[in-house]
């Protein structure tokens, strides 16, 4: 089955889990970005354990900034390439809107993690790289 069929059952299944999911996502991410390190790691433990979560929920009118955070918490995700891919994407679309993205960049990075899970460099090398 299709990653976008997968995705479309959670609209089609009963209790409005779409939005539900949406919800813990948010408040993930405003603890994600208010809390320090002890809780950031946290949260990324919990994307990396939660892999349908993470793959299946997401803001799809979310700010630059948010898709960012959102980025940092997967921390990696289960590739590294589709991360930087899913980066360059986000990056392409602020900069078009006139974002001037290196300062998000910047301010984000130092909240993601230095661990460089799969040998391209940590999230918070691949933000800078592209910060720049």
């Known amino acids: 089955m299709e990653l976008e069929e997968r ?3 959670l609209d089609t ?3 409005k889990p779409r939005e539900e999911a949406q919800q813990v996502l ?19 433990a919990l ?3 939660y892999p349908t979560f993470t793959w299946a929920t997401h803001l799809p009118r979310a700010s630059f900034r948010t898709r960012l955070l959102h980025l940092s ?21 602020a900069r078009a809107a006139g974002v001037d993205i ?27 790289r592209s910060a720049e």
């Open 7 to 9: 995705v479309a059952r």
């Open 13 to 15: 299944a009963g209790g």
């Open 26 to 44: 948010r408040a993930l991410l405003k603890h994600y970005e208010r809390g320090d390190d002890e809780a950031r790691a946290a949260i990324r």
């Open 47 to 49: 994307f990396d354990r």
């Open 73 to 93: 918490a997967c921390d990696h995700g289960r590739d590294t390439r589709d991360e930087i891919l899913r980066l360059n994407d986000i990056c392409t679309e």
């Open 102 to 128: 290196g300062p998000l960049l910047r301010e984000v990075a130092e909240l993601s993690s230095t661990v460089d899970k799969y040998g391209m460099g940590s999230m918070r090398d691949i933000l800078l």
